[in-house]
């Protein structure tokens, strides 16, 4: 009589037997190691929700409402009237938008460039370099509110450091580098320089640190000068650490806030769209709504140049 077992499960094959016992999973993770993973992962999700994407949604909800900030009976739905608002009658609003403009191209054409000249620099194993490295690294462990008084004190008037040494201190040819509408833009953006190129350095330090020496080497057999061996193996190879430079200088350039902040609340030629949202939410004369439009674009032109950078970089990639 034939096997009627043959085209049957393994299971009704006897192959696992009720007599044979049953392989059994084994974890490599305890309960307690899942438990702190879980944690690991449940509470910086959890801040980074209550902190960022929970108030950017309640932000973005506002900016379509008119609200005066006292009673939650109070909104009224406003459509786009404070997007309108804001583009057509506030006029604060394309100063401020020119002047982040400004400030993003200064930092990548000057504040970036002088920080990958020091890192460099300070590459080169010369004397003294740990000293050099925490002098330049300094401005980027003091706070921004510090580094604007700083240089209150170095562009004063009356009794600033730079009308010292130009001599004209006390005098009526004493630069009001902060008061002059016409030279203030330039003397913050110098002030977020010294702090910035400090932050580029530190990384490109980093980078360059990581690179294989033997790139180098081989670069020098082909016959290739330091400057041919740096832009053409050495800068290819950080393109993560130029990833990162770029990002940072977009988001640092666009949420500048401290030092104008410090200087003249974002008025008198230094208005930023950052000191014009705190203007319109904080204070007496709050405007939420149109405060809160301010913060949705800002947020927006914020995103939109690092998601075409990075789309564009990581298909490259691919």
Request: overall charge positive.
């Amino acid at each position: 009589m034939a096997d009627t077992t043959l085209g049957a499960p393994a299971s009704a094959r006897g192959v696992l037997s009720p007599g044979r016992p049953r392989r059994r999973r084994y974890s490599l993770l305890s309960r307690r190691d899942k438990i702190v993973l879980g944690a690991m992962v449940f509470v910086p999700t959890l801040i980074q929700l209550v902190l960022i994407w929970i108030p950017t949604v309640i932000s973005v909800f506002l900016s379509f409402v008119r609200w005066n900030g006292l009673a939650f009976s109070d909104i009224r739905p406003a459509g786009l009237a404070n997007y309108a608002y804001v583009f057509k009658d506030y006029p604060p609003f394309w100063p401020a938008l020119q002047h982040n403009v400004l400030w993003l191209v200064f930092l990548a054409v000057i504040a970036t460039p002088l920080g990958l000249l020091l890192a460099i620099l300070l590459d080169q194993n010369i004397r003294g370099t740990r000293i050099y490295q925490s002098i330049f690294f300094g401005p980027v462990m003091l706070s921004l509110v510090l580094i604007g008084v700083i240089w209150q004190l170095f562009y004063s008037q009356n009794n600033g450091l730079l009308n010292f040494l130009l001599g004209t201190s006390g005098t009526a040819r004493a630069v009001d580098w902060f008061g002059d509408p016409k030279v203030n833009i330039w003397a913050a953006l110098i002030a977020a320089t010294w702090r910035h190129a400090g932050y580029v350095m530190i990384l490109y330090l980093a980078g360059l640190k990581g690179v294989d020496p033997s790139l180098r080497e081989a670069a020098s057999l082909d016959g290739a000068n330091a400057v041919q061996t740096f832009f053409r193996v050495v800068f290819p190879v950080m393109r993560p650490i130029n990833i990162v430079i770029v990002v940072i200088t977009i988001i640092e350039s666009l949420r500048a806030f401290d030092i104008v902040y410090i200087i003249n609340r974002g008025t008198n030629g230094l208005e930023l769209i950052s000191a014009l949202v705190i203007q319109n939410l904080v204070g007496e004369g709050q405007v939420i709504g149109v405060g809160s439009a301010l913060a949705a674009i800002l947020l927006v032109v914020s995103l939109v140049p690092i998601i075409i950078y990075l789309s564009r970089t990581f298909k490259k990639e691919v």
